[in-house]
């Protein structure tokens, strides 16, 4: 068995205009690892985004993959290309095997539902031999993100941003999946919850080893949180390594653009 | 126009649901104040569910402290004579979080800069008013050939952004409270945003209380900010001191969080907030290294 979960050959994204195909993603080869965290780096409209949904096949019109193959390998399971399941087979792999963390935490949970049928919902729908042991696993994977139980008897506008994502965060890992891609997953947080929250991410990997593919246009949260990082720019990758060495010795000039445009901020060595 | 806008001693309690007594204290005991003059940017920042935005509805009068008093030109804007409540309501001016929540989305946005010159009786003539309204669109770096006549989702949130700002330009109130205004909005926008707040306050004179979570938004804006943690204002001073050599602890604890991008400079302790009943002080003095650098 490899020891990569993804195997991303190739991999093409386009979007159709009315006055042509804008390439989003221009080929990209990338393996991920099995159990560590890779983080995806880019200025907006570089393409880290399309990459994301486009291997969770969540790509909408007018966007289509033109090329390439994603080969999943979930543990158990005979590998797949992403790009050619279909229906009930990539219903299957969703949440148990492969899951997503989103931004907009805001938007992503139902605003009428308490949060334990939320977790239920997809338990149930994605995992319907474990029902029965949902009351107990709730408040397990609570507490993995640092939540009390009583957060689960309360509605998404009685939490904050950072509990909201928190949440989200114990509903994809609630399958034990092999891969959760973040999409910008602290975005919209303050300082003090981001750090919370890279935290947390940091512990599912040692505790639970799964598997993290981290998208943030936030040098600083890759630095802190990733193994190794992917840089993308106008939908490619400009560079791929260990993250001591992007970030101290960058091999790229896009790479060391970026870097050296990250905002000086807080107290400065005086 | 009254030349103070001054918070004594406002405390604001919620009903809450699993907490000890059944309320939460929001805002504990908050008091500051904000001149006219030197038109100055005062900004309030803190994490969320600090207060920060409850003591915005409290300035605003949205919502009526439990206890203490909001004083504009030194008297509570909750006993005003209608008056002086229109002047007061003229004179301190909301900018919210949100550039698509504030538009009704079947009118155009015209409206709500016709609605003000109305209100307020700024013009007497539709010419006139059109002209104020093109001179204010102006200052807010917005042609106004590109945004009349259209509807909210017909522009980007950057430029709704902008159209709350020239609704502020036309009515040249001494106070602007901003809340939140460019977390919706990414870098370069938000960058121009701040930029016409500062020339409102060096061309116009208008004193702004800008509320943020973002440090980099206080620190390019400068001036003073204030830190707020648990409702209560734990310390007030210059940007520049106060970002580099920060007093309290939940102020240190707040520069320390921001990532740094270096991977040698991990974080190597933890912290830990519980968001409903705010932060915990997670030993915020163990954990901060005063002699390293934020980059």
Do not use: C
Not at chain 1, 86 to 107: F, I
Not at chain 1, 116 to 125: A, L, P, S, T
Not at chain 1, 136 to 151: F, H, N
């Amino acid at each position: 068995m490899s020891d990569s979960v993804l195997e991303i050959k190739g991999l093409e994204v386009v979007y159709s205009t009315n006055r042509g195909d804008v390439k989003a993603v221009r080929g990209i080869d990338l393996d991920v690892r099995r159990g560590e965290i890779l983080g995806i780096a880019g200025e907006s409209g570089s393409g880290k985004s399309t990459l994301a949904v486009a291997l969770l096949r969540l790509l909408k019109a007018p966007g289509k993959v033109t090329g390439g193959s994603v080969m999943f390998h979930p543990a158990g399971r005979s590998p797949v290309d992403l790009l050619k399941v279909h229906g009930e087979e990539l219903r299957v792999l969703r949440w148990s095997a492969l899951s997503y963390l989103p931004q907009g935490s805001m938007s992503s949970l139902n605003p009428v539902m308490r949060v334990h049928d939320q977790f239920k919902d997809v338990i149930v729908e994605h995992a319907p031999d474990r029902k029965e042991a949902v009351s107990d696993m709730i408040p397990r994977l609570l507490a993995q993100v640092g939540l009390e139980p009583r957060v689960a008897r309360m509605y998404p506008h009685e939490l904050s941003g950072g509990m909201k994502q928190r949440v989200l965060m114990a509903i994809a890992v609630a399958l034990e999946p092999d891969l959760v891609i973040a999409d910008e997953p602290t975005t919209a947080l303050d300082v003090t919850i981001q750090r919370v929250i890279l935290q947390s991410l940091a512990d599912l990997r040692t505790d639970f080893g799964v598997t993290l593919m981290v998208i943030s246009h936030d040098m600083g949260v890759h630095a802190q949180l990733a193994d190794r990082v992917a840089v993308m720019y106008e939908g490619q990758l400009v560079e791929v390594g260990d993250v001591r060495q992007v970030f101290k010795d960058p091999q790229d000039a896009y790479t060391r653009q970026l870097i050296e445009s990250i905002p000086k901020l807080g107290r400065r060595a005086s | 126009m009254k030349s103070e806008l001054e918070l004594r001693g406002v405390q604001q309690r919620f009903h809450a649901r699993g907490v000890a007594d059944g309320y939460i204290t929001a805002v504990d005991d908050v008091s500051f104040s904000l001149a006219a003059s030197p038109p100055q940017i005062v900004s309030l920042v803190g994490q969320s569910g600090s207060g920060k935005s409850t003591i915005a509805r409290n300035v605003l009068g949205l919502q009526k402290p439990t206890a203490g008093s909001v004083l504009y030109g030194g008297k509570d804007i909750f006993k005003l004579s209608r008056a002086e409540y229109d002047e007061y309501r003229r004179d301190v001016q909301p900018v919210f979080q949100d550039p698509y929540a504030i538009f009704n989305p079947f009118y155009r946005v015209d409206r709500v800069l016709w609605k003000a010159l109305k209100k307020f009786k700024l013009a007497d003539t539709r010419a006139k008013g059109l002209e104020l309204i093109e001179e204010s669109l102006r200052a807010v770096r917005l042609e106004p050939e590109n945004v009349l006549g259209r509807y909210p989702h017909q522009l980007s949130g950057g430029q709704r952004q902008r159209i709350m700002l020239a609704r502020v330009h036309m009515l040249r109130p001494s106070f602007i409270i901003a809340d939140e205004p460019v977390s919706m909005l990414d870098a370069q926008v938000r960058k121009h945003f701040l930029d016409i707040l500062l020339d409102f306050q060096t061309k116009h004179g208008m004193t702004t209380l800008f509320i943020t979570h973002d440090l980099s938004t206080v620190y390019y804006l400068g001036g003073e900010v204030m830190v707020i943690t648990k409702g209560q204002i734990v310390e007030r001073g210059p940007v520049s001191t106060v970002m580099h050599e920060p007093s309290h602890p939940y102020t240190k604890l707040l520069l320390d969080s921001i990532p740094q991008p270096d991977p040698d400079q991990r974080w190597t302790s933890r912290i830990a907030v519980d968001e409903l009943e705010r932060v915990d002080d997670a030993n915020p003095a163990a954990d901060t290294k005063p002699e390293a650098p934020i980059l």
